[in-house]
Structure formats: C-alpha cells, structure tokens
C-alpha cells in the first residue's frame, strides 16, 4: 500500500527548475511492518491544503495511476480515466482510510446505463460527506464556467462540467443531481494561477442588466479542475459541491499533463506520428531532473525529450545542466528550443526525433 506523508503533496524544486513536483514516499503498510512515513492530516472543517499541494496531489495519482504514458495502440476516455485512478485511490490513505471513500470522479451521461452501481456508489460518498461535514476530493473535466451575480449581489461561479450534455447545466438530468460551485475569490486565484487552464475553456460572464460575453474554448486540450468541496445536500437530493480549495491542470485530448503549450503541440506531433512516450511528473531515472517527455519505442532505454521554452538565467543553468547529464550518459536524447528557434510552431520548427527500435 502506498501511503503518503505531507512531503508528496509539497511542491519541490528539481534542481533549479521551477516546475511544481511532487515527490511520493514508499513506506510499508502496517500489517508489513512499521514505517516512517506519516499519513497526511485529517480533515477538518477548513480547508489546509494549497492549490500547490493539490496540485501535486493529482499529478502523483495521474502517474501512479499509469496515466502519464501515451500508448497509440490505447484509446482513451474519461471511462479508462476513472477505473485507473479508482483502482489507485484503492490503495492510498487519506484522513485514516481509503482515498477512494472521498475521491470523486463523475460518471458521463453515456456512461450511466451501464454504470448504476456506481452512482449509487458515489451518490452514498457525497451523502455520507454531507452527513459527516467532511470534504471530498472533486477530479472532473471542465467544459465552462458560469458567472452570474445572484439576488444578493455577491459573485460565484458555477462549473460546466464535460461529463454533461452540451447545453445542459451541471445538475437536473446529470444522474449525480451534482453543482458546482466556487466564490469569486477561489474562481480570481484560479484564473491567475492557472491562466493555462483556461484556453480549453469557456467563461461566460453574466451580469445584471447585461448581455453575457463568452470566451471560446481551445479544443485541443482539456480542463482539469481538482478541488477540496464540502458538500451540501438538498431535500430533493441534489447535491451542492462548494470548493473551498481548488487547483487546474492541462491535458493533451489524450490526458496526459503538460506544462507549457509548447508541450501541448510537441504531445500532439508525437501522438499524430503514432509514438509512445511518458511524461514524467513525480519520478524519473535522473537524478535531481525531470525531462519533459520520454520515448519509449526506442529501445531498451528511454529516450529524454526536453522543451527548453525560457530563457531566464536560472532557466538556462538547469538548461545546460540537462544537456550535460544526457551527454555524459551516452543516451539518445532530443531537446527543442522554441525560444532560439523564433518561438515557431512545430509545423516550422520541429527537429528530428530519435528513431523507433527495429
């Protein structure tokens, strides 16, 4: 069993690089033996966890969850998605039990008939929270959001979630009877933190006595909103999910994390040519580095793909710290320098990968 002590969800410097990482601690399970390691605080009825350490949170689930590896032989969907991190959460602890008992991931629409048992599921999860005044773990795809002023004249904002039907709103005929819903503080913090996350989206912004303004989504990535929520439960059985903590990531189409749209487009060009590759975010065989991508088909070892996008000082350093370790290792290594190379799009600038294995 994997158990997480409070360094996993803490960001970490790798080197001089600045990305947020986040390092996972193996200790033994207690019927093994003992352990050092601690699992993390319990929850209480305010939120100590930061978009950081969330962040973190859901970057080691996606990659102990094996979704960090692209497979052009596997087709992936939010289904594939939730059974792999179901199946990981099984195996954490969180607050003295399962993480699994306060993870949510909604269930598609298309997905229902065949998943009652689920629901019900889960539907227990958010009841059992709402009883208990506890919080849950919301991992869920954002298609929009929705920012009305309400009667009382205090912002919030409600999410679209993608797991509904265009133009339906994140409650009514959505099995869960589930919204979402954020305060204008956490929903500022997220645009600015996360101003990535919101390319692939839409906000609509209404006011009173005025037309809503939309902005139009990137559909080549995905939204991916994680966030602490305490639950609200309705007499009628809808369930309210308020963030009071929350944190956004970027997918390719295919789920797998990036950093910078650089990435995105060097993710694209890899899947388009049919290349298997890892994205490493909490582990790599590097000591004190994390490439930006490996390859996989090249042979009995990975190939390190980096994306070298700044060109501050700092940046550099780590830059040719990189380049070093990869020469010296006698590997197959490829890097791209946007910034050099004019900030062109792959489609102009885009050197010669690695070949495949025979």
């Known amino acids: 069993m994997i158990r997480y002590d409070e360094k996993c969800y803490a960001p970490t410097l790798i080197g001089e690089h600045s990305k947020t990482k986040c390092r996972a601690t193996r200790v033994v399970d207690p019927a093994e033996g003992e352990g050092r390691g601690a699992t993390p605080p319990r929850q209480q009825n305010t939120t100590t966890y930061s978009r950081q350490k969330l962040l973190g949170?859901?970057?080691?689930?996606?990659?102990?969850?094996?979704?960090?590896?692209?497979?052009?032989?596997l087709r992936m969907n939010w289904a594939v998605v939730r059974s792999a991190v179901e199946a990981r959460a099984q195996a954490m602890t969180w607050a003295g039990t399962s993480f699994s008992n306060s993870l949510v991931l909604p269930i598609p629409p298309s997905m229902t008939d065949d998943r009652q048992a689920e629901i019900v599921s889960d539907r227990t999860k958010l009841a059992v929270s709402a009883r208990d005044n506890t919080r849950v773990v919301l991992v869920a795809p954002v298609r929009g959001w929705l920012r009305p002023k309400n009667a009382k004249g205090k912002d919030h904002a409600i999410l679209d979630l993608a797991i509904n039907a265009p133009g339906k709103p994140s409650y009514g005929k959505n099995p869960y009877s589930l919204r979402v819903v954020m305060s204008s503080a956490i929903f500022n913090r997220l645009a600015i933190s996360y101003s990535?996350?919101?390319?692939?989206?839409?906000?609509?912004?209404?006011e009173e006595g005025a037309k809503s303004s939309t902005l139009k989504a990137d559909p080549k990535i995905k939204a991916v909103l994680i966030a602490i929520c305490k639950v609200h439960m309705s007499g009628d059985g809808v369930f309210t999910l308020a963030a009071e903590d929350a944190a956004m990531d970027v997918l390719t189409r295919d789920f797998i994390p990036c950093d910078s749209s650089y990435e995105v487009e060097l993710a694209r060009a890899l899947a388009i040519d049919g290349r298997q590759y890892r994205k490493p975010l909490?582990?790599?065989?590097?000591?004190?580095?994390?490439?930006?991508?490996?390859?996989?088909?090249?042979?009995?070892?990975?190939?390190?793909?980096?994306?070298?996008?700044?060109?501050?000082?700092?940046?550099?350093e780590t830059k040719s710290r990189k380049i070093a370790a990869y020469v010296k290792s006698g590997r197959l290594f490829w890097f791209w320098d946007p910034?050099?190379?004019?900030?062109?799009?792959?489609?102009?600038?885009?050197?010669?990968l690695p070949p495949r294995a025979e």
């Open 196 to 206: 990535r996350a919101f390319a692939p989206i839409s906000v609509r912004m209404k």
């Open 282 to 316: 909490i582990s790599s065989e590097w000591e004190g580095m994390l490439p930006d991508f490996e390859l996989l088909d090249v042979g009995s070892e990975r190939a390190p793909l980096e994306v070298f996008g700044f060109a501050t000082e700092a940046y550099l």
């Open 339 to 352: 910034v050099s190379d004019g900030g062109q799009t792959l489609d102009a600038v885009f050197p010669q």
């Open 57 to 73: 949170l859901f970057r080691s689930l996606w990659e102990e969850s094996g979704l960090n590896v692209y497979d052009p032989g």
